[in-house]
């Protein structure tokens, strides 16, 4: 692994940390025994530690900071006035071109954070020195239904160890001082080939005397979601608890809140397709409640309809607190019921204390996907507040009584396409948001932008994989005549954004919101795919963005101090930390995640830089930040003679649609565009496609899917693309 270190004096820093530096002087006989520095400790968290989180200020105890969630820091020796000093202090490559999203953990020194496929890094927080590396040894096979790239939203640590979930669902615990692995246990309960359709990409969560995993897979068929608690010291199985009901033909419901669900749940709903409702991000816990908060993804498929004659489908799209001890329910909030939007509820919470009418309440807050802001009491599930950070229109409002949406009937794509805010993408994604307990303002990444939603069951693109009968296509991409041969004629945008009053061009933005009100007191433009917020006490806010820049603003007014290129595109959460007295601020820096669905914007650095991973850390008085090379776009080489009659040309669209375009993206993007393979490749197609032969490389095998006739459309159809490309460039 590749370290660089701004100045020599950084690499002293070993010997005092105790990391195994040693000089080459010796004590000479009869000589005092010399003073030796304490022993380092890895991983020293514990929860009377975690409790008293904010009198250490230099450690960052967890992705969000400490038990909050906040990603806030009480650190002010970088603050406002000095910003302009921040600069490069090192960077540690990770050799991986995936998406990073995760947000490191530093404590005493050492830093701990996770990569593509469930990698775990530990570094010397001061110089980024590598202290050891943990592959957890990922079949490629289970990259092929992560939706949202092979990303791994960080680490937990506790009590000398390191806790990571793999992409394959395995929850391991290593020791925090060598990487070397304590236990293993598979938290999906079986290893059958059905469950390829499950997949953890979220960080674990420690509550008590456990360790607490979820995992993703509501976009895909046969999937049912639920969390799963171990025993801290040992990984033996503690409880499961399901968010979604069981096909009622297995009998009466397995858990208590499920009987109550039933009811909610169309008595036709095929129970092949799984329910739904995956926890795969967002897990947050309060050790005085001794309850466990998480959101819930949506059903499977995505509910069509004008009305709610398939039911709310309890619990997906939800707000669930559950008791820690036991995995019984304690309260649920369903934010979206009946959801046909893609609206998950997964996004981080914040735990806080707020003066609501006079009195201190402990409450949760969540920007959630479908462009609201909630303010939860903690205990009780009370909503105490709801306001939308960004426009919506797929529903008229939240009734006040209750805080359920009143449903807009122009969100219906039932029949028609229609251009529904938020997008699929939802008004504010997994990317964490931040809340300052010196302004009391949510700093939330929001992503303003809408899609032109096309129900696909009656139209000749079908299932895609993925995305059930519901494709989603943003303004900027829709091209009615260039989709037309995938799902036939559809309505020109100017009959779409008809009577629609927000601008239709998708764009990002950084606001910060009162989360009682909903008042924005500033925002600052960005991209859609910018990364996750930091704010500190130093009256600042700190967020990376596509472009490849480290971005610092005043917290209180939106005021842009700071902009340092740095060559990477960021889409994770920066933290900040100390070491002997330094601030620094770092952050994972790779493109991929959601992103995987289209190619890299024309200004992201990935398209300019290309997307080599790596951790970046800055400090006051730091130099410029090494970039990587620019990337030269190659011109297509001339492809292979056409084959294939146009129909099987056609089919070949069809499935590619189906069950490649989602990862193969045609353009610069995060995975190879098919249309420009070698010759070599072009003669190893079907051995890539159908057995396998590029497995090691992260290529699963899809012949459980695709016959050879059905590679064989799909490699037609590429020749027939590569030649487009190559007759117009």
């Not at 290593?174 to 290893?191: E, I, M, P």
Request: glycine share 12%; with cysteine.
């Amino acid at each position: 692994m590749k370290v660089r270190v701004a100045g020599f004096a950084g690499i002293l820093i070993v010997a005092a940390l105790g990391f195994g530096a040693v000089t080459g002087c010796r004590p000479t006989a009869g000589s005092p025994e010399p003073t030796r520095p304490p022993a380092q400790r890895f991983g020293a968290i514990d929860a009377a530690r975690m409790a008293h989180a904010a009198e250490q200020p230099g450690e960052w105890l967890t992705g969000g900071g400490d038990g909050s969630g906040a990603y806030y820091s009480y650190l002010t020796q970088i603050n406002a006035g000095n910003a302009q000093q921040l600069g490069f202090a090192w960077d540690y490559a990770l050799h991986s071109n995936r998406g990073l999203e995760a947000t490191p953990i530093v404590v005493d020194g050492a830093m701990y954070t996770s990569g593509n496929w469930g990698r775990v890094y530990a570094l010397d927080a001061a110089t980024g020195r590598e202290l050891w590396t943990y592959d957890p040894g990922v079949d490629a096979q289970w990259g092929r239904y992560a939706c949202c790239d092979v990303v791994n939203r960080g680490v937990a640590v506790w009590q000398g160890r390191v806790y990571v979930v793999s992409l394959d669902g395995y929850l391991h615990a290593l020791d925090a001082a060598t990487g070397r692995l304590v236990w293993k246990t598979d938290t999906l309960g079986g290893r059958a080939a059905a469950d390829f359709r499950y997949f953890a990409t979220g960080a674990p969560l420690i509550a008590g005397d456990e360790v607490v995993v979820g995992n993703g897979g509501a976009d895909f068929k046969g999937a049912r979601g639920y969390i799963s608690a171990f025993d801290l010291a040992t990984g033996k199985f503690r409880w499961r608890f399901f968010t979604v009901p069981r096909d009622p033909a297995h009998g009466e419901q397995d858990q208590p809140h499920l009987k109550r669900a039933i009811d909610s749940w169309d008595p036709h709903y095929d129970w092949s397709a799984g329910g739904g409702g995956s926890v795969w991000d967002g897990l947050s816990y309060d050790p005085e409640l001794g309850l466990i908060y998480f959101g819930t993804a949506n059903p499977a498929p995505y509910a069509l309809g004008k009305d709610t004659s398939h039911g709310d489908q309890l619990y997906a799209a939800s707000m669930l607190a559950v008791r820690a001890k036991s995995g019984e329910l304690a309260w649920h909030f369903q934010e979206v019921p009946g959801d046909g939007w893609d609206y998950d509820a997964t996004q981080k919470t914040v735990l806080t204390t707020l003066d609501i009418g006079g009195a201190k309440r402990s409450v949760l807050l969540q920007a959630a996907k479908n462009g609201y802001v909630y303010v939860f009491d903690r205990a009780t599930g009370e909503l105490l507040s709801a306001h939308p950070f960004a426009f919506i229109n797929w529903t008229k409002g939240l009734d006040p009584d209750t805080g359920r949406p009143i449903r807009n009937p122009c969100a219906d794509y039932t029949q028609l396409p229609k251009l529904i805010f938020p997008a699929m993408t939802g008004a504010h994604s997994w990317q964490p948001m931040s809340y300052s307990r010196a302004t009391g303002l949510l700093y939330i990444p929001v992503i303003d932008a809408s899609m032109v939603y096309i129900n696909t069951e009656k139209r000749r693109a079908g299932l895609i994989e993925g995305n059930f009968n519901v494709v989603g296509v943003m303004p900027e991409d829709y091209d009615p005549q260039g989709l037309a041969s995938l799902f036939g004629p559809l309505p020109p945008m100017n009959e779409l954004d008809k009577g629609v009053a927000h601008p239709v061009q998708s764009r990002g933005v950084l606001r910060a919101v009162d989360p009682l009100t909903g008042r924005v007191a500033w925002e600052r433009a960005g991209s859609l795919w910018d990364g996750g917020v930091l704010s500190t006490a130093g009256n600042l806010v700190v967020r990376g963005d596509a472009s490849g820049h480290l971005n610092v603003y005043a917290a209180d007014s939106g005021k842009l101090l700071q902009r340092i290129e740095i060559g990477t595109s960021v889409m994770a959460a920066p933290m900040t930390y100390s070491v002997r007295g330094e601030q620094y601020i770092a952050a994972m820096a790779g493109y991929g995640g959601g992103t995987l669905f289209m190619p890299f914007p024309a200004d992201s650095a990935a398209r300019n830089y290309g997307n080599a991973g790596r951790i970046v850390a800055f400090k006051l008085g730091g130099s410029a930040v090494p970039k990587p090379p620019r990337r030269v776009e190659e011109p297509f080489q001339k492809p292979p003679p056409r084959e294939g009659a146009a129909t099987s040309i056609a089919s070949g669209e069809v499935l590619y649609n189906r069950f490649c375009g989602r990862c193969h993206v045609f353009g610069i993007g995060l995975l190879p565009d098919l249309r420009r393979l070698s010759a070599p490749t072009h003669q190893l197609f079907y051995e890539i496609v159908l057995n396998g032969a590029y497995r090691a490389k992260g290529m699963g095998r899809w012949d459980d899917v695709l016959s050879q006739a059905d590679a064989e459309s799909i490699h037609a159809y590429l020749v027939d693309q590569a030649w487009v490309a190559y007759e117009h460039q």
